[in-house]
């Protein structure tokens, strides 16, 4: 008997994102395979934006 494939809902997807643009961090593109794995590309504007006060020194 095959495994059979994990979907994802219109709902999680929404959530998965809103967390991402809550988070200030722009999504550039989302892919989304057969066996249900969501993989969320962003851009790299998101880390030079603002600077890490950490690195002051």
Same mark, same amino acid.
């Given at each position: 008997m095959?495994?059979?494939?994990?979907t994802i809902t219109?709902?999680?997807?929404t959530r998965y994102?809103?967390?991402y643009r809550d988070a200030?961090?722009?999504v550039?593109?989302?892919?989304?395979?057969?066996d249900g794995?969501?993989?969320i590309?962003?851009? !790299?504007?998101?880390?030079? !934006?603002d600077a890490n006060p950490w690195d002051a020194g």
């Open positions: 095959p495994a059979r494939r994990t219109q709902a999680e997807l994102l809103k967390a200030g961090i722009p550039a593109r989302t892919e989304i395979s057969r794995k969501v993989v590309f962003t851009t !790299d504007n998101a880390a030079s !934006d």
